[in-house]
C-alpha cells in the first residue's frame, strides 16, 4: 500500500473520530464586543440650615402654638411672648440635578424640658417645599433643580398643658432624603 494513501486514511479517520468527539474545528466562527458602562451621579445629601423655634410663651391655662412652614407663628390659649425669633426647620437638598427624590420623616413626637424630670409637650410635624405658611401635610417626595437643590421646610404645633412647668424643651426633627 502506498503511504500516500495510508496517510489519507489515517486523517479520514482521526476526522471521523474527532468529528464524533466534537473536537471538530468549526468552519466557521464570529465575534462580537459589547461596551459596558454606567455613569456615577452626586450622591443626594440633606443639611439642616435652620432650627424649629416656638420663641417664648406662658402657659397658665394650656392651649397651642403653631409654627408654620413659612416661620409664622399663631397661638390659642397661651401667651405668646416677645423674645427669641420663631421659625420653621429649613433642609436645604443637593444632588442631582433633575432627579426625584422620597422624603420620611422621624424625630420626636413630644419635646422633653431639658432641665426637668420628665416634663413634655406633644409635638405634631408638618411640612412642604415651598415655606408657603403651611400648616399640615406632610412632603414626601421632591425634584431636584437644574442646579441639583431644593429646600424643605418643617413646621410644627406644640400642646402646652396648663401651667406646664417652665424650662428649655428639646427634642429632634428629622427629615431623610433618598432617590428613587
Known sequence: ?????????????????????????????????????????????????????FGKFAAAVGGTITVSTSGARTVSGVVGMSGPATSAARFDITGEPGSTYTITHSGSTVLTNTGGAGETMALAKFSDLTGADGTSGE????????????????????????NQVPGVYAGNVIATVEYN
Not at 468529528?19 to 461596551?35: F, K
Not at 412632603?139 to 404645633?157: I, K
Open 1 to 53: 500500500m502506498n503511504t500516500t494513501i495510508q496517510h489519507k486514511r489515517t486523517l479520514a479517520v482521526f476526522a471521523f473520530i474527532a468529528a464524533g468527539l466534537g473536537l471538530g474545528v468549526p468552519a466557521h466562527a464570529a465575534q462580537a464586543t459589547a461596551t459596558a458602562g454606567g455613569t456615577v451621579v452626586t450622591p443626594i445629601a440633606i443639611t439642616p440650615t435652620i432650627q424649629l423655634a
Open 139 to 162: 412632603a414626601t417626595s421632591g425634584t431636584l433643580s437644574a442646579g441639583g437643590t431644593q429646600s424643605l421646610y418643617v413646621g410644627g404645633t406644640l400642646t402646652v398643658a396648663a
